[in-house]
Nanobody, 118 residues
Framework: QVQLVESGGGLVQAGGSLRLSCAAS????????MGWFRQAPGKQRELVAI???????NYADSVKGRFTISRDNAKSTVYLQMNSLKPEDTAVYYC????????????WGQGTQVTVSS
């Protein structure tokens, strides 16, 4: 059974930092690309950052230079370091996995709330 469990969300003031973690189980982690997504109230879910099995990364323009995605294959965990947070970063953040041979993300975590106060 595939499980993705996020943690690390919370309330932070604008300009602050948070580090999200997503622990994966039930998969061969090194064979999966991993992504962080977010969904704000009344908005569609959007891609925040991805990291491939090779460690290549890509970011949404809105978070470039502020967020960093990383992975620890030994711990089957993906991280999202978020710095210089803005109120518009407020959302529920989800991690997801995509098998390296598949085109779609197939499993999602339950989400963790990030709230940035102004």
């Amino acid at each position: 059974q595939v499980q993705l469990v996020e943690s690390g969300g919370g309330l932070v003031q604008a300009g602050g930092s948070l580090r999200l973690s997503c622990a994966a189980s039930g998969i061969i982690f090194v064979r999966n690309h991993m992504g962080w997504f977010r969904q704000a109230p009344g908005k569609q879910r959007e891609l925040v950052a991805i990291i491939t099995t090779e460690g290549n990364t890509n970011y949404a323009d809105s978070v470039k230079g502020r967020f960093t995605i990383s992975r620890d294959n030994a711990k089957s965990t993906v991280y999202l370091q978020m710095n210089s947070l803005k109120p518009e970063d407020t959302a529920v953040y989800y991690c997801a996995r995509r098998d390296r041979f598949w085109s779609d993300y197939s499993n999602w975590g339950q989400g963790t709330q990030v709230t940035v106060s102004s």
